[in-house]
């Protein structure tokens, strides 16, 4: 079965600076990779999805990831940290080796961001 | 003009009671979910249906029933609530199985 690991339960970083949270997952054939975000007390909002195309994906809110094969990866980035982005980010990961129409969520990463 | 909309918002319920969440979608999509986040905030797929059909039921006790009237609806059913079902329920939906899925409010539901 794929699974999607996240690592890091929780991300601090100062407001302005890198935002990188990882994201690994396991399947042996590419499977689609998501992005969402879920801020306090809301559901999920896609933030960008990788569907074997570019393997540079851009998303909403200056969010952007990279679809990397060789280390099974999909780490998700954002050059300047605002106060707003604080919420829960999850990845996702569908289709590959189960084939479902479903996703499997990582556990997610909690980002804070500080004045 | 809410896409995915879901009722109750907060469910407060005493153990062994039985009660339903209602989920529609205005988005004319062929396929709906529902997920349960724990209190670790821990997100799993419950059910899926295709155009009023099951297609995938996950390890979830058969006190839980899904039932989809028609492609807009996805009910969820729990019968004989327990403690351990309190958390937040999730429905979804989405037009095709590599696409985005697009999610509801979610229902917090507490069992005393």
């Known amino acids: 079965a794929q699974s999607v690991t996240q690592l890091g339960s929780h991300v601090s970083v100062s407001e302005g600076a890198l935002v990188l949270l990882r994201c690994n997952y396991s399947?042996?054939?590419?499977?689609?990779l998501f992005w969402y975000v879920q801020y306090p007390n809301q559901g999920l909002q896609l933030l960008l999805k990788?569907?074997?195309?570019?393997?540079l994906v851009k998303g909403i809110n200056g969010f952007e990831a990279e679809f990397k094969k060789s280390e099974t990866s999909f780490h998700l980035t954002k050059p300047s940290a605002h106060m707003s982005d604080a919420a829960e980010y999850f990845c996702?990961?569908?289709?590959?080796?189960?084939?479902?129409?479903?996703?499997?969520f990582g556990k997610g990463t909690m980002l804070l961001v500080s004045p | 003009d809410t896409a995915v909309s879901q009722t109750p918002k907060y469910l407060v319920t005493q153990m062994g009671n039985d009660k339903s969440i209602k989920c529609e979608q205005n988005?004319?999509?062929?396929?709906m979910y529902w997920y349960k986040q724990d209190s670790k905030k821990f997100l799993k797929i419950m059910f899926s249906?295709?155009?009023?059909?099951?297609?995938i039921n996950e390890t979830v006790p058969n006190r839980f029933s899904p039932k989809s009237p028609d492609k807009a609806h996805l009910n969820l059913h729990i019968n004989s609530l327990e403690l351990g079902d309190s958390a937040v329920y999730f429905c979804?939906?989405?037009?095709?199985?590599?696409?985005?899925?697009?999610f509801g409010p979610g229902t917090r539901l507490t069992v005393l």
């Open positions: 979804a939906s989405s037009q095709a199985w590599d696409n985005e899925q697009f």
């Open positions: 399947s042996s054939v590419p499977p689609y």
């Open positions: 990788y569907t074997s195309a570019a393997t």
């Open positions: 996702a990961v569908s289709g590959g080796d189960s084939g479902y129409s479903t996703l499997t």
């Open positions: 988005l004319g999509h062929d396929t």
């Open positions: 249906y295709n155009n009023k059909e099951l297609i």
